[in-house]
């Protein structure tokens, strides 16, 4: 934890090699004249994990996927290149640099899909076909069902013959002849002609 004037700073290839990642923590801090107790309330750590990361005493800090991200808040509130800081701590730690997302600007996908709604849409309409195709047979049998059932009463249903000359006072009755053709017969007295 030394802050001899001939120790770099920066997160680099160089310093990587010759300053531990907690001595570049602390100098960079000590630069910006901030205090541990400053760094943790910006941080919302405790004072201890600081301190355990500016000493790198990793036995007691948590798992390392944790301590990639506080390295990532500390070097942003410091100052020092992220992905130098997240480097070092992989090649420290022995395991895999983090992944990190690389955008691709302009590249377009070569099959683009259409919208999920129009997909759903036609594969309903196929379902409803299908299950028309299958019940069609059914429907068919049932409307000849039906037809054959016609000529016979339906239960509930009330059918009344037709009405046939009935005879009132003065009324002209309305009846079918045996042609079917309406009869009109004129039933009471006769009008006078003057």
């Known amino acids: 934890m030394s802050d001899a004037p001939g120790n ?3 997160g680099g290839e160089q310093a990587g090699s010759r300053v531990s990642i907690g001595a570049q923590l602390c100098a ?6 901030f205090t541990v107790e400053k760094v943790a309330k910006e ?6 994990v600081i301190k355990a990361l500016e000493n790198d005493e990793r036995e007691k800090l948590p798992a390392p996927i944790f301590v990639q991200g ?6 942003r509130l410091v100052g020092l290149p992220v992905e130098g800081l997240l480097k070092d701590y992989s090649e420290q730690m022995g395991e895999p640099p983090p992944l990190s997302v690389i955008r691709t600007a302009g590249k377009l ?3 683009r899909l259409r919208s999920i709604r129009l997909i759903r849409y036609v594969f309903v309409l196929l379902m409803a076909g299908i299950l028309l195709w299958l019940a069609w047979p059914f429907l068919e049998r049932y409307m000849e069902l039906r037809h054959e059932s016609a000529g016979e009463q339906v239960p509930g249903r009330l059918e009344l013959p037709p009405a046939s000359g009935i005879i009132g006072n003065g009324f002209m009755n309305v009846g079918m002849d045996d042609r ?15």
Not at 28 to 33: G, S
Not at 43 to 48: G, K
Not at 180 to 194: L, V
């Open 109 to 111: 996908p070569a099959v």
């Open 70 to 75: 506080y390295l990532k808040s500390y070097g």
């Open 8 to 10: 770099d700073v920066r």
């Open 43 to 48: 941080l919302h750590l405790d004072i201890d």
């Open 28 to 33: 960079a801090r000590k630069k910006r004249k």
């Open 180 to 194: 079917g053709a309406a009869a009109t017969e004129q039933s009471g007295p006769t009008p006078r002609s003057i």
